[in-house]
């Protein structure tokens, strides 16, 4: 019988209020998460923020990096929130399957949320929920089938985020280790009680066989029904995406924006909108009310369930175009131009649910993320982000 910890519950969402806030959105997140509450105090991001600087690495090749948040600010702030009430925290680096356990063991011991690096060490995401097939203990080899986590992008809303393992492992998430030179590069990395002993095997996700132009033509209702059916959700996470209605607006496809000489680390895939329970969903850009999405694979297989912070509004190709068009120099007509729903991790946009439209027009190629801001290139993010 499959193992389930879940303690989403517990942990309060809050969004990062810009681009670089991951590390104290997460950090207020993971205090707040703690078993005991707590109390009057409040964690403001911008006082959490400047705890972090002062405790970031001080290391001359860590701070040539430039991180935002990096493990060893993250671990010694949250030692300054108070220590959770069993054991303390300690940076966890090493192999991804190894962390993994690590993380796994001390989520089921202390029932407290784990900081996790992933994105290659871009982006700070809170643990609150997994389901293995047996019961991780140091040493063992669990296999993880589903996670469930709080992260704290989007900007403003953060999203309670319901992945396969085989997502969760992926490249987006906690696939590849940290890329930048420094005290944790070519390591994974969370912030836990303590290391431990043995690894996690990642679940395989299974497909018919059907071809992929079969699976996108079921896409929409198999998706649906995959979640609504409570077959997705990790663990007793049911009421975390409450605000999530049984109505699916039509998928749309999200291309990899592939870095000039590079190959994508992201894939193509699709996402289908969820609207908010007791409304009916409409196409992601037409502008209605979206609770969610369910990202899909292009073979037709669910990778993952987000449900937002507060329900939000797509824009349109049309808008995207438009919103371009308008701000050049010499206003151009939007006749001829291109605009394709994009994602790959960078200042824009570290979300998967979160895609952003690459609008080519007069020569020119330019981004415009969901708030109708225009991006003249794809920039990295820092580290921590």
């Given amino acids: 019988m499959p193992y389930a910890v ?8 809050f969004g990062q209020p810009n681009d670089h806030y991951c590390g104290p959105a997460s950090a207020r997140m993971v205090r707040n ?4 509450p707590p109390g009057g105090q409040v964690f403001d991001q911008d006082d959490l923020w400047n705890r972090i600087q002062a405790n970031n690495s001080k290391k001359t090749v860590d701070q040539a990096q430039k991180w935002y948040t990096d493990p060893l600010g993250m671990r010694e702030t949250l030692f300054g929130l108070d220590k959770p009430p069993v054991a303390g925290w300690t940076i966890v680096s090493g192999s991804r399957a190894n962390v993994l356990l690590a993380a796994l063991v001390s989520l089921k011991a202390h029932r407290y949320p784990i900081p996790m690096l992933v994105n ?3 982006h700070w995401i809170v643990l609150t929920g997994f389901v293995t097939d047996v019961e991780p203990v140091d040493g063992g080899k669990p296999k993880l089938n589903r996670v469930c986590l709080r992260n704290p992008w989007p900007i403003g809303t953060g999203a309670t985020e319901s992945l396969t393992a085989s997502e969760f492992a992926s490249t987006r998430y906690f696939g590849q280790s940290v890329g930048k030179p420094g005290t944790w590069r070519y390591k994974s990395v969370c912030v836990a009680e303590r290391p431990v002993q043995g ?5 395989a996700e299974r497909f018919s066989g059907r071809s992929k132009a079969a699976a996108a033509a079921t896409l929409r209702p198999r998706a649906l029904a995959a979640f609504t059916e409570g077959d997705f959700i990790p663990c007793d996470s049911v009421a975390t995406f409450a605000t999530l209605g049984r109505s699916a607006g039509p998928a749309v496809s999200v291309q990899p924006a592939t870095p000039a000489g590079g190959v994508a680390a992201i894939g193509g895939y699709h996402l289908v909108p969820v609207a908010p329970r007791g409304m009916a969903a409409s196409a992601l850009t037409d502008g209605g009310a979206v ?3 369910l990202m899909v694979a292009e073979t037709g297989m669910l990778q993952g369930a987000v449900a937002f912070g507060q329900p939000v509004q797509f824009i349109s190709r049309r808008q995207a175009i438009d919103v371009v068009a308008k701000a050049m120099a010499a206003p151009v007509s939007a006749r001829g131009a291109q605009a394709t729903l ?6 824009v946009s570290m979300s998967k649910a979160w895609p952003f439209w690459r609008v080519q027009i007069a020569g020119r190629t330019l981004f415009v993320d969901q708030n109708g801001l225009i991006h003249p290139r794809l920039e990295p993010p820092r580290p921590g982000a």
């Fill in 120 to 122: 290659q060490g871009d």
């Fill in 291 to 293: 609770a969610g999405v």
């Fill in 342 to 347: 994009m994602f790959r991790p960078s200042t």
């Fill in 199 to 203: 690894n996690v095997r990642i679940a």
């Fill in 33 to 36: 998460g703690y078993p005991n």
């Fill in 6 to 13: 879940d303690i989403t519950g517990q942990v309060a969402l």
